[in-house]
């Protein structure tokens, strides 16, 4: 007669958004013992102290919460130990773990990642995807090892990319799903059935860079299409830009169109309650919602009520030439 692995101490360990369902289903048999997440950080207005979603979660649930600066060191070891943790469970942590923190816990570490390994390993994966124009993209469940997002996947789910997906909307598909895999997974272990960790492919390999604000600066010169899935990317944060009419505005939303043009990119080419076409290196970008400085996201047609001034200039001959967001 076999025995079952116990699983009766769990830590977790996460910090924004897109850990909180995870943390629920790991809670939801009661043996999440312990919390992990990063320390309050200044937010808002008043750049008041703020405590991270999972920790708002965790007090809520009635789980300890731990927040070092740091996993280095005996002392955050010592820490860790005292748990007697079974497993601890990782959902975008923001927190390297050493390799001495990964033997803690005695059937180790998992990770909840938001992509289909090998593919977008790293900090941003459900935005790399988007911008590439991925067709799937999905959640892996994956023992953690010292490399960055090395390790061998337990469990994998996969996931359509919608045409119109933004990286909010597959944000909260992905979370939910990562639940999902976790609750799954705990459930297996519990019976004694998880399937063996399968290595990841040395092949596909792509790392999905950390977003950066200077990335939200849309290049005019580039494909309509390209600069669409930016945007949807980009879409709630870092939120894409550009310089439109003689103005800088927030993209929320837009179409690409596969339409002929000898504008220079980014002059307007048509202003309608239906959208303001860009001129791009190749193709026209509708703008269907924007929002100015200082302003709220306002639809395309709102904008023009205000903007009287963007006109459609007459057809230009053919090698015009002009400064983008003119």
């Not at 405590?51 to 809520?60: D, F, N, Y």
């Not at 944000?171 to 799954?184: F, I, N, P, R, V």
């Not at 200082?294 to 639809?299: A, E, L, T, V």
Request: glycine fraction near 10%; hydrophobic fraction near 45%; proline fraction near 6%.
């Amino acid at each position: 007669m076999s025995l079952r692995p116990a699983v009766k101490r769990i830590v977790f360990a996460g910090t924004p958004e897109f850990a909180v369902p995870a943390l629920r289903a790991a809670a939801a048999h009661g043996e999440v013992v312990a919390v992990y997440t990063q320390p309050d950080r200044p937010a808002g207005r008043g750049r008041g102290l703020q405590a991270s979603p999972v920790k708002q979660a965790a007090l809520e649930l009635g789980i300890p919460v731990f927040q070092p600066e740091t996993l280095k060191g005996e002392a955050a070891r010592a820490e860790l130990r005292a748990h007697a943790a079974d497993l601890m469970v990782v959902v975008a942590y923001g927190l390297i773990l050493p390799r001495k923190i990964l033997e803690i816990p005695r059937h180790g570490c998992w990770n909840v990642h938001a992509s289909v390994l090998p593919r977008w390993r790293g900090a941003a994966p459900i935005q790399r995807a988007i911008e590439a124009g991925d067709s799937e993209t999905g959640i892996d469940l994956m023992q953690m090892e010292a490399g960055l997002d090395t390790g061998p996947v337990i469990l994998e789910k996969r996931l359509a990319i919608a045409a119109d997906e933004t990286g909010g909307s597959l944000h909260d598909k992905l979370a939910e799903l990562g639940a999902q895999a976790l609750a799954e997974g705990l459930r297996l272990l519990r019976d004694g059935k998880l399937p063996r960790a399968r290595a990841q492919s040395d092949d596909g390999v792509s790392y999905a860079h950390k977003l950066d604000k200077a990335e939200a600066r849309l290049d005019w010169t580039q494909d309509a299409q390209q600069l669409e899935r930016r945007i949807r990317a980009f879409n709630p944060w870092p939120v894409a830009e550009a310089q439109v009419a003689g103005e800088r505005l927030r993209i929320f939303e837009a179409q690409a169109l596969d339409q002929a043009h000898v504008r220079a990119p980014g002059r307007v080419v048509a202003a309608s309650k239906s959208g303001i076409d860009i001129a791009c290196g190749a193709g026209v970008l509708r703008l269907l919602r924007v929002q100015r400085e200082g302003g709220r996201p306002i639809s395309a047609a709102d904008y023009l009520n205000a903007r009287r001034d963007v006109l459609v200039p007459s057809p230009p001959a053919s090698g015009e030439s002009g400064a983008a967001g003119a």
